[in-house]
């Protein structure tokens, strides 16, 4: 199972709000019968800077826009993008960074659907730790495909009218939201 925490308020940022995503995953695995001491959980970062648990088979993948803070968690690489909708130039930054179709897609949907392929973007990234925009890089509106010989899926997350939220997965995977107070 994956579940998304979400919080609403104010939280730190960057390593000084690991503490956040510790008991988050605490909960999480309480929830879901997994041993965990968030005490003793270590989050360290890879080569790229993709954070995670030292000593614990538990992947997670973090967001944040506006007041808004998400933490996914799962048995298998995941990532999860959130952005709340605003105004910027969506027209020519789809025209440099994304591929054919899916500028295509923004042309017919405008700024909600710039946004709609930007998270599935950042949450694919996230899932494979790779940088964004790469040459390599598939498009994101198909809801699955295999790149570099592993399988991906999208899910779409509705948060509010005025944001965007998408999950990338492994093999397809049920996602239950829950709010932390």
């Given at each position: 199972m994956?579940?998304i925490?979400?919080y609403d308020?104010?939280?730190?940022k ?8 510790r008991?988050?995953?605490a909960?999480?695995c309480l929830?879901?019968?997994?041993p965990?001491?968030?005490a003793?959980a270590?989050?360290?970062?890879d ?6 648990f030292?000593?614990?088979p538990l992947e997670?993948?973090?967001?944040h826009?506006?007041s ?6 799962s048995?298998q690489p995941?990532g999860?993008d959130?952005q709340?909708i ?8 789809s ?11 923004v ?7 710039f946004?709609d392929?930007w998270?599935r973007?950042e949450?694919y ?6 940088g964004?925009?790469?040459?390599d890089?598939?498009?994101v509106?198909a809801?699955?495909?295999?790149f570099?010989g592993?399988?991906?899926h999208?899910?779409?997350v ?7 939220c998408?999950?990338?997965t492994g093999?397809?995977?049920e ?5 932390l107070?």
């Amino acid at each position: 199972m994956n579940s998304i925490y979400i919080y609403d308020g104010s939280f730190q940022k960057g390593d000084a709000g690991f503490f956040m995503i510790r008991g988050a995953a605490a909960r999480h695995c309480l929830e879901s019968g997994i041993p965990f001491d968030a005490a003793r959980a270590k989050i360290v970062r890879d080569e790229k800077g993709k954070p995670y648990f030292e000593d614990y088979p538990l992947e997670f993948s973090l967001t944040h826009s506006g007041s808004l803070w998400m933490c996914m968690f799962s048995s298998q690489p995941c990532g999860l993008d959130l952005q709340v909708i605003r105004d910027c130039d969506h027209e020519k930054i789809s025209a440099r960074y994304y591929k054919p179709e899916e500028q295509k897609y923004v042309e017919e949907n405008g700024l909600e659907g710039f946004f709609d392929v930007w998270v599935r973007k950042e949450a694919y990234c996230k899932m494979t730790g790779e940088g964004l925009f790469g040459a390599d890089m598939p498009s994101v509106l198909a809801d699955s495909g295999v790149f570099a010989g592993k399988e991906y899926h999208f899910q779409d997350v509705e948060i509010a009218d005025d944001m965007r939220c998408a999950v990338c997965t492994g093999p397809e995977a049920e996602i239950e939201l829950r709010v932390l107070a």
